[in-house]
């Protein structure tokens, strides 16, 4: 069966350290996977897109790899700030442009 | 960036009613929104994709009877939530694409209905 599964549902770090999240799919061949950030009560909001042929991309604090061998896409935030505490999902492309989504990791970042 | 907005926030209604939920974007051509479904501490659920002008397709599991979407113009869809009873309570939020720029999706702030 199709999943994408976020790795933990809550992740706690140390304000200035790098926060990874990690994206796994299975029985998928998405041509991109995105990242959103969703806030308590509020609409996602798109951060950064990967297509296939690309293994990695960059904007300012936000960097993403994406693995088609092994399904995987890792997110990461660097120099993590208290601001950057919210819900990070991990979308992918399924077909005729629907996103699936996954569950969703809780990133709590203490000063 | 593109902005879409999704009217009203917040909605409580009597069970038996149908309540109406607007999805606008405001500064682009929408061809395509799309309408999710939140519970707590969960993840998106695609309800339907809405198409300018057609049909909208909806989810295995979704009741189109139920859930009645329209797209009548490029930068707006509805979402009709008939009969409503508690256990359609939670938070519907839609998105929109532009086919002419990104693969982005661009998505409103979202609805909070609540059925008593």
């Known amino acids: 069966s199709q999943k994408i599964e976020q790795n933990s549902e809550a992740l706690n770090i140390q304000e200035g350290k790098t926060a990874t999240l990690t994206c796994n799919y299975t029985?998928?061949?998405?041509?991109?996977l995105q990242w959103y950030r969703q806030d308590p009560g509020r609409g996602p909001v798109f951060l950064l897109l990967?297509?296939?042929?690309?293994k990695e991309k960059r904007k300012e604090r936000l960097k993403v790899t994406f693995d088609t061998t092994l399904k995987q896409s890792l997110f990461h935030i660097t120099a993590s700030q208290p601001a950057d505490s919210a819900t990070y999902l991990c979308?992918?492309?399924?077909?005729?442009?629907?996103?699936?989504f996954g569950t969703g990791t809780r990133l709590q970042v203490f000063p | 960036g593109a902005v879409v907005s999704q009217h009203p926030s917040r909605v409580i209604c009597k069970s038996g009613t149908s309540v109406k939920i607007e999805c606008r974007s405001l500064?682009?051509?929408?061809?395509?929104m799309f309408w999710y479904r939140q519970f707590p501490k969960k993840s998106l659920m695609l309800m339907a994709t809405?198409?300018?002008?057609?049909?909208?397709?909806?989810e295995q599991g979704v009741e189109k009877d139920k859930f009645l979407i329209n797209h009548a113009s490029l930068t707006l869809s509805t979402l009709t939530v008939t009969s409503a009873h508690p256990e359609d309570s939670s938070f519907y939020i839609c998105?929109?694409?532009?086919?002419?720029?990104?693969?982005?999706?661009?998505f409103g702030p979202g609805t909070r209905l609540t059925v008593t």
């Open positions: 500064d682009f051509q929408a061809t395509t």
């Open positions: 809405s198409n300018e002008g057609s049909k909208a397709t909806y």
């Open positions: 998105s929109a694409i532009d086919r002419g720029w990104k693969d982005e999706q661009y």
């Open positions: 029985n998928y061949s998405p041509a991109y």
């Open positions: 979308a992918l492309e399924g077909n005729t442009d629907k996103l699936i």
């Open positions: 990967i297509r296939e042929n690309e």
